[in-house]
């Protein structure tokens, strides 16, 4: 009896495990095409200081947007100005537009990276789920 126990308990376990990279993978998948899908139109001036250079997927399905900060001397200072700002923007993007649906409904996390002229990163920004739910 203990031994059947023992044996169903480490199918059940597999199983959960197997379903979850699953899972996992068929995420990775639709967050890598909705990344490929941006970046067949950059890199792409956003305004007169910001430029999208590409969105990507990590291994850990950690959505990343990379921008530019360019036009200006002093990129750091213009990233912190408009950091609460993009913050409060992104809230309001996931509560209104249905086509993030993805993100919600998987927890995703997003990056925001933002980098000089010269590729030196400037700032990270990271919003996770609770930040936009």
Same mark, same amino acid.
């Given at each position: 009896?203990?031994?059947?126990? !023992?044996?169903?308990?480490? #199918? !059940?376990?597999?199983?959960?495990?197997?379903?979850?990279?699953? $899972? +996992? @993978?068929?995420?990775?998948? @639709?967050?890598?095409?909705?990344?490929?899908?941006?970046?067949?139109?950059?890199?792409?001036?956003? *305004?007169?200081?910001?430029?999208?250079?590409?969105?990507?997927? &990590? @291994?850990? +399905?950690?959505?990343?947007? =990379? %921008?530019?900060?360019?036009? &200006?001397?002093?990129? *750091? /200072?213009?990233?912190?100005?408009?950091?609460?700002?993009?913050?409060?923007?992104?809230?309001?993007? !996931?509560? /209104?537009?249905?086509?993030? $649906? &993805?993100?919600?409904?998987?927890?995703?996390?997003?990056?925001?990276? %933002?980098? *000089? @002229?010269? $590729?030196?990163? #400037? =700032? #990270?920004?990271? #919003?996770?789920?609770? *930040? %936009?739910?």
């Amino acid at each position: 009896m203990r031994k059947t126990f !023992f044996t169903l308990s480490v #199918i !059940f376990f597999s199983l959960l495990l197997v379903q979850c990279d699953t $899972g +996992n @993978k068929a995420l990775h998948r @639709k967050l890598s095409e909705m990344a490929a899908e941006l970046n067949e139109s950059t890199p792409v001036m956003l *305004d007169r200081y910001t430029r999208f250079e590409e969105a990507s997927v &990590t @291994k850990d +399905n950690v959505f990343r947007y =990379r %921008y530019s900060v360019l036009n &200006t001397s002093h990129p *750091d /200072s213009l990233v912190q100005q408009m950091s609460q700002s993009l913050v409060e923007s992104i809230r309001h993007e !996931f509560s /209104s537009n249905p086509q993030l $649906g &993805t993100f919600k409904e998987n927890r995703v996390v997003i990056e925001y990276v %933002y980098q *000089d @002229k010269d $590729g030196r990163v #400037i =700032r #990270i920004l990271r #919003i996770e789920p609770e *930040d %936009y739910q």
